[in-house]
Structure formats: C-alpha cells, structure tokens
C-alpha cells in the first residue's frame, strides 16, 4: 500500500507560510542546510518560489559561492577542510548583512555586488555546514534537509575530504537537532516535514 504524502508544493507553501508568520515583516534570511545530493539547491529554488507565490521578494544564493581558496591534503585534510573551506566572514559581511540592511550584495565571494529587492524580502541560501557557530546566527529560520547519507554521497560522487568534512559537521553540530524544520527529501518529488517529539 503506497503510503499518502502531501504534495510538494503544499509542504513549501506551508513551510513558506510559516516563516512569514514568525517574521511578517522585514528583510529574513533562511539557510536550507543538507548534505551534498541531499537536494540542497532545488530545494531552496522551490522554497524561492513559495516565498514569491505568498506576496514576498526572494533573492537565491549558496554556500558554495563562498568557498575559500584552500587545497587540503594529507591526514588531516578532512579536518582543514571542516575548518577553512568557506569565507565565513566574507559571507556574513558581504551577502547576510548587506541584504539585511539593504545594501547592494555579492552572492559570491569574488563576485560584484548586485542590487536586491526593496523592502520585505527572503533571501533563501543552500548548502552544507549552514548550522555551524560561525553562522547560526545570521539565520532567522533553518530548515534541514535528510537523506541518507551513504545515498546522497553516492549520488554526486562527493569527493572524500569533502565528503569526511560533512560527516564531521553531522557528528559535532548535529543540525537536524538545531534546525527550525526538518525536511525528509529522500523523494524530491514528495518532501516530508519531520518532526521530533522531545516531551
């Protein structure tokens, strides 16, 4: 018996409404964290459009766009790599702080700085590591996504350093745990909101 699921746009549509409801007004930035092939980016283009579809700006961007100029090798790459890979600082001054003030930002780290919309808007990032120290701040909600990680790794041929440095992330951040909303995307097609039942 196939099991029911909602559909794909309904979860985003809920999701979407959600995040309004918490923060009607304003500039709101919310990360989509997930492994690599967990569906990150497709994920966050369609969360994007529900965001648009309920009335609000939304302006893309991912993680990787801030990838920092380092070669780990070695023994201890996977551990450099989980320390040095991404311009945290870059990436909160230049992209999540300049939108939340309204400024002209860059979605990429060598990337010229482009206008955003005026007034109420999301910008919506994906990626892995979004729920790290570094910049669970920035966040006004979080939603992460699960697939199997053997699965996602599979899937994109994830290099191993990089692929050793999530799994890192996984064990010592432990993101489903942080996240606002946890999402089930191991059908793209049909996501699944989780939820943990702590009481």
Same mark, same amino acid.
């Given at each position: 018996?196939?099991?029911?699921?909602?559909?794909?746009?309904?979860?985003?549509?809920?999701?979407?409404?959600?995040?309004?409801?918490?923060?009607?007004?304003?500039?709101?930035?919310?990360?989509?964290?997930?492994?690599? /092939?967990? /569906?990150? /980016? *497709?994920?966050?283009?369609?969360? *994007?459009?529900?965001?648009?579809?309920?009335?609000?700006?939304?302006?893309?961007?991912?993680?990787?766009?801030?990838?920092?100029?380092?070669?780990?090798?070695?023994?201890?790459?996977?551990?450099?790599?989980?320390?040095?890979?991404?311009?945290?600082?870059?990436?909160?001054?230049?992209?999540?702080?300049?939108?939340?003030?309204?400024?002209?930002?860059?979605?990429?780290?060598?990337?010229?700085?482009?206008a955003g919309p005026e007034g109420d808007a999301v910008l919506v990032v994906d990626g892995p590591l979004l729920l790290r120290p570094e910049v669970l701040g920035v966040w006004n909600s979080t939603v992460?996504?699960?697939?199997?990680?053997?699965?996602?790794?599979?899937?994109?041929?994830?290099?191993?350093?990089?692929?050793?440095?999530?799994?890192?992330?996984?064990?010592?951040?432990?993101?489903?745990v942080k996240a606002h909303a946890n999402v089930d995307n191991t059908d793209p097609d049909q996501p699944r909101r989780t939820f943990s039942d702590s009481c």
């Open positions: 018996m196939t099991r029911w699921a909602p559909a794909k746009n309904d979860v985003l549509d809920e999701l979407a409404a959600e995040i309004r409801h918490n923060y009607p007004h304003g500039r709101i930035a919310v990360a989509v964290d997930g492994i690599d /092939g967990s /569906g990150t /980016g *497709a994920f966050a283009d369609d969360l *994007a459009a529900a965001f648009e579809r309920s009335g609000v700006a939304a302006v893309r961007a991912s993680i990787d766009g801030f990838l920092a100029p380092i070669a780990p090798a070695g023994d201890a790459a996977a551990e450099r790599y989980y320390s040095a890979a991404y311009d945290y600082e870059a990436f909160r001054a230049h992209l999540v702080g300049s939108f939340h003030a309204g400024l002209p930002f860059q979605v990429t780290l060598d990337g010229p700085p482009v992460c996504l699960y697939v199997p990680a053997e699965q996602a790794f599979e899937a994109t041929g994830t290099a191993d350093v990089r692929r050793e440095a999530q799994r890192l992330y996984l064990k010592r951040v432990q993101p489903r």
